[in-house]
T-cell receptor, first 113, second 110 residues
Framework: GAGVSQSPSNKVTEKGKDVELRCDPI?????LYWYRQSLGQGLEFLIYFQGNSAPDKSGLPSDRFSAERTGGSVSTLTIQRTQQEDSAVYLC???????????FGDGTRLSIL | GQNIDQPTEMTATEGAIVQINCTYQTSGFNGLFWYQQHAGEAPTFLSY????GLEEKGRFSSFLSRSKGYSYLLLKELQMKDSASYLCAVKGPSARQLTFGSGTQLTVLP
């Protein structure tokens, strides 16, 4: 597609449930990033994929968070046993290669009740 | 690691010029980005500086001084639509991810 696509745009779920967020990057972009943005805060890096290399998971806040990227394209971010502090906007970005300007999706607004 | 500082809020008048500063302390530096983010929307790329000096792009310019760990974004002929959060982001030695500042919320008044 023309830009980075994320789904769902909004997700409301109960505490303790698992959620799966999807990101479809710009076609041909080898680098894909996940960030989290809490209200009024900057972007918090979560995980980075570059081609077929092992992902950089250094930003994942706990082992409840995981992500995968299938076929070097679509990525899913999974949060298990959600907690209220997981409520945030989850942004995905892609770039032509690591370090190049990143293009962001519109994000998924996650609300944990 | 990286530490990035920018003012939380700024206010300016339509038609004026505003300068948004960003200072950083980093163990390695490979470039600095500026992004614009309107409320409820995704950040959009504005500029990228890797060498010292001024990069001009229409009404927006970005300056970098690596020796001072300092950058600014200059917005000229302000328009109401420029009201947004402006994020400074530093690319570290691994070039794998950006470290973002908390953003400067700019309000343009008529």
């Amino acid at each position: 597609g023309a830009g980075v696509s994320q789904s769902p745009s909004n997700k409301v779920t109960e505490k303790g449930k698992d959620v799966e967020l999807r990101c479809d990057p710009i076609s041909g972009h080898t680098a894909l990033y996940w960030y989290r943005q809490s209200l009024g805060q900057g972007l918090e890096f979560l995980i980075y994929f570059q081609g077929n290399s092992a992902p950089d998971k250094s930003g994942l806040p706990s082992d409840r968070f995981s992500a995968e990227r299938t076929g070097g394209s679509v990525s899913t971010l999974t949060i298990q046993r959600t907690q209220q502090e997981d409520s945030a906007v989850y942004l995905c970005a892609s770039s032509a290669e690591g370090g190049q300007p990143q293009h962001f999706g519109d994000g998924t607004r996650l609300s944990i009740l | 690691g990286q530490n990035i500082d920018q003012p939380t809020e700024m206010t300016a008048t339509e038609g004026a010029i505003v300068q948004i500063n960003c200072t950083y302390q980093t163990s390695g530096f490979n470039g600095l980005f500026w992004y614009q983010q309107h409320a409820g929307e995704a950040p959009t790329f504005l500029s990228y500086n890797v060498l010292d000096g001024l990069e001009e792009k229409g009404r927006f310019s970005s300056f970098l001084s690596r020796s001072k760990g300092y950058s600014y974004l200059l917005l000229k002929e302000l328009q109401m639509k420029d009201s947004a959060s402006y994020l400074c982001a530093v690319k570290g030695p691994s070039a794998r991810q950006l470290t973002f500042g908390s953003g400067t919320q700019l309000t343009v008044l008529p």
